[in-house]
């Protein structure tokens, strides 16, 4: 399936499809964890970043069936009862934060204070107070991971603004810049997967493709959030052009960025080809980063519409990565269609919209 890129109308009917492939993504893997990170029906970050786009593509088109969709999704869930606090269960109260403001429900505004200060103040930290990347099946002690800035310190700073508390926003910061300082590579600007302070290295060197699409990605988000501080900001950004640069370099013959970027033996993978497609059509678009860009992002959007099938499923997505100790461990992570594949790809395709003459 493919789309004209000059043709909104086409890309409109392909994120009606994508959004469907979303709700309702069958579980086709024997899956390593206790509760599905596949399954829309299953509290966590997987779903975390699927509920984001679809609240984001809500604002962008005031379609009322998807906010039903998510209010009736947290409140069957918030019923259920919610899961333990971890930096990836924090994920959907990201989007719970934007509907509360929608609709002033107390027991959202209620849920994303308690969360936000476990956040703020309970959750484990390494040295240089990073917060640990803790997860369900593991306390990962003494590791900084990129998965947390998109999965925990977005939902700190939007909290810090709806809360009118600038100790969350400062927080937020604080994070990024203790990320970005063990997890940047200085020779090549692109970024680590994690690093140990107990072990004083990063893994295993590997720069995973969708790691570093949490951060193309999640700081065009983040710079809309609140006023960043200018120094702020232009490190920030700085730090976006200088990976783009490299990923430009980087980019396969197809559009698309392989798992472990500087790897062409590795497999090509979508979500993290989606995320560096959005974060950079969105970057040239505010002006974060510099104009020659855009056709990078626009090939990878085509290489990405290409791996969507008729129902509106994103193929060539891998599965939930843990760290990995070696390189090898990257390369064999299953790919199967996931909500953080349907949500970035929804996220490129929405912004791709901003970037065709005006019909």
């Known amino acids: 399936m493919s789309a004209t890129l000059g043709d909104k109308s086409g890309v409109k009917e392909i994120i009606g499809k994508v959004i469907e492939g979303m709700k309702n993504l069958e579980v086709t893997i024997q899956e390593d964890t206790k509760d599905s990170i596949i399954s829309m029906d299953v509290w966590d970050w997987s779903q975390g970043v699927g509920l984001f786009s679809l609240y984001l593509y809500y604002k962008e088109t005031g379609e009322k069936d998807i906010f039903q969709y998510l209010t009736e999704w947290f409140d069957r869930k918030i019923e259920e009862g919610l899961p333990q606090k971890n930096v990836n269960t924090m994920c959907p109260l990201l989007t719970l934060s934007y509907l509360y ?34 997860a369900v099946d593991s306390p990962n002690e003494g590791e900084l991971w990129d998965d947390t800035l998109y999965m925990t310190v ?33 020779r090549t600007g ?18 995973w493709g969708r790691g570093n699409a949490w951060y193309t990605a999640g700081l065009v988000d983040y710079l809309d959030m609140f006023e960043v501080p200018e120094g702020i900001r232009d490190f920030l950004t700085s730090s976006l052009e200088r990976q783009v640069s490299k990923l430009a370099e980087l980019q396969a013959p197809s559009g698309m960025w392989h798992t472990l970027l500087d790897d062409p033996t590795s497999y090509e993978e979508t979500s993290a080809t989606a995320g560096f497609a959005y974060g950079i059509l969105k970057a040239v678009r505010k002006g974060y980063i510099g104009k020659q860009y855009l056709s990078c992002g626009l090939r990878a959007m085509q290489a990405v519409v290409e791996r969507i099938d008729e129902r509106g499923v994103v193929h060539g997505v891998s599965y939930g990565t843990r760290m990995g100790r070696t390189k090898q461990f990257y390369k064999e992570i299953p790919q199967c269609p ?22």
């Open 101 to 134: 403001e929608e609709t002033k429900n107390p027991d959202y505004l209620r849920i994303c204070e308690e969360w936000a200060a476990y956040a703020a103040d309970e959750m484990p930290r390494t040295p240089e107070f990073g917060i640990t990347h803790t």
């Open 154 to 186: 977005l939902f700190m700073a939007r909290m810090g603004v709806v809360l009118g508390r600038d100790r969350y926003v400062q927080e937020s910061i604080r994070q990024f810049l203790v990320h970005l300082k063990y997890l940047t590579d200085t």
């Open 190 to 207: 692109l970024f680590y997967h994690g690093w140990t302070f107990q072990e004083n290295h990063n893994f295993a060197g590997a720069f």
């Open 338 to 359: 996931m909500p953080y594949g349907q949500s970035m790809t929804l996220l490129m395709l929405v912004e791709s919209l901003n970037h065709f003459e005006r019909s």
